[in-house]
């Protein structure tokens, strides 16, 4: 069906338009058009038929602008999607690493960090996995366009202590060990210390002092003492999952972390 549009269609769109929104519910077309529910639904109906709208889940739809031209091309920018299905909500783990640079390994997942607790949804090709981040730790991201799009971005060194956090996310510890190596030239350290002493974790900053100390990643002194402070007395912790790579190790010292990853694994040969 050609991109042509009735009186009441073309009222929609250019109001979408007018008011800079990319996406529409069932309740806005409701409130726009001043009509029934069921009007709604089969004027949404008729937008998505005629390439206007893209339905991304039920009740909720993504506007084709007619910058897109006659024959509607949908926007493919997955993180375009993401940004609208849950808020708030911030890019992070393999999604942010990737945006930043910090790994080469292709993720066929979008990573969404978010306050609610939400399954994973597979929407036009792409599966997104929701991460769970209490109110607490909901910090240390950014305003960034990706392919011309505003989006919610973990800052880089948010993004490296997520992937230290959590490395199912982000390729496994063997990627994540790369991720501390490449990330360590670049981060703010003044940066990374406040978003450590916000977290609060001292398995973390353990996870993170290793690796860098792995990748003989030059670290100012006073941030090494700052970061040796934060860490629990007599706290010893595993590197990898136990459930993945078992119990033994070798401890590590300053940092008190039981080695029980293969070198292999950690450090590219």
Known sequence: MERTLSANEAKVILDLEWQGKTTVTLVDLHEMLGASESYARYMAHRLVKKGWLVR?????????PASRGREGVAD??????????????????????THHGLTEQRFSEVYVACRERRVGERIRGNRFVFVHVPERRFFGFTEARVLGVPVQMATLERALLDAIDHPRHSGGIGEVSRIAMRAAPRVSWDELLALLRRWGSSALVQRLGYLLDLHKSSMP?????????????????????????????????????????????????
């Open 76 to 97: 493919s920018n997955p993180l375009a999607v993401g940004a609208v299905l849950v808020s708030p909500y911030f890019f992070s783990y393999g999604t942010a690493c």
């Open 221 to 269: 002194e006073s941030v090494r003492a700052e970061l040796l402070a934060i860490i629990r007395p007599h706290s010893k912790i595993h590197l990898g999952s136990r459930g993945r790579w078992g119990a033994r190790g070798s401890l590590a010292s300053p940092w008190n972390v039981l080695v029980n990853v293969p070198r292999e694994v950690l450090v590219a040969v």
């Open 56 to 64: 991304l889940r039920p009740g909720l739809f993504q506007l084709v």
